[in-house]
């Protein structure tokens, strides 16, 4: 309870990429919860050169998801490694963020981040022992507030997120990791990376086409 005795939210930030598994997590959390939603998109900015498209789609499902489920709160920031060879692991950035979130969202509301979560599916799983590397990374920026929890709502195949979601959220997602930048209009799918193979597959067994919400 808050001092005005008004019930507090619980305050969930969900790290949102406009790929499949992470839209699902915040469409399920914003239809499923009454929870007070943070949505927050990084932009990647690396040679695979795709945060331009992901951050349009990324800004398109929030506006369309605000107009048709609820509203809740979205941010965006940049980790830019264009000029390193090695650009990093996406999912330590990732908690590297969400440390940042949280420790904003404590310093704006004086109290911290309830729970932080990611998209993951069943295909992809959750390598617990990887990750503690990203729940350290998020402690740091959280630093001397202890971080919020980290959950996962359980997974499940990318098949059935996509079916969970609105039609027209599905075809706003963007899931390829290196888009081929096109003469006239928006970058096409490679078609050949992990994902793209993953999402080729699902699609033949939904009798789909591919995503062509630009076109
Ligand atoms: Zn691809």
């Given at each position: ?5 008004t019930?507090r939210?619980?305050a969930?930030?969900v ?13 399920r ?13 990084v ?26 489920i609820?509203?809740?709160?979205y941010?965006?920031t ?5 000029n ?6 996406d ?6 963020e969400?440390?940042i ?43 001397p507030?202890?971080p ?16 969970y ?23 096409a ?27």
């Amino acid at each position: 309870m808050s001092e005005m005795g008004t019930p507090r939210r619980r305050a969930t930030l969900v790290m949102f990429s406009a790929g499949i598994d992470s839209t699902y997590t915040l469409v399920r959390l914003l239809q499923e919860t009454d929870d007070e939603i943070y949505a927050h998109h990084v932009h990647m900015v690396n040679v695979e050169n795709r945060h331009e498209v992901e951050a349009r789609r990324s800004r398109a499902i929030a506006e369309h998801c605000m107009k048709t489920i609820r509203k809740f709160h979205y941010s965006e920031t940049s980790i830019d490694h264009r000029n390193m060879r090695w650009f990093g692991y996406d999912i330590i950035s990732v908690g590297f963020e969400a440390g940042i979130v949280a420790h904003s969202f404590h310093m704006a509301r004086k109290r911290p981040m309830d729970r932080w979560t990611i998209g993951t599916c069943e295909e992809e799983g959750h390598d617990e022992e990887r990750f503690a590397h990203v729940l350290a990374a998020c402690a740091a920026n959280c630093y001397p507030t202890p971080p919020p929890a980290f959950f996962l709502l359980p997974l499940i195949p990318k098949a059935e997120e996509i079916a969970y979601l609105p039609r027209p959220v599905v075809e706003l997602c963007w899931t390829c990791r290196r888009p081929v930048a096109q003469a006239d209009g928006p970058p096409a799918e490679c078609g050949t990376c992990k994902t793209c193979k993953l999402m080729l597959k699902i699609r033949a067994e939904r009798g789909t086409s591919t995503a062509d919400a630009e076109k």
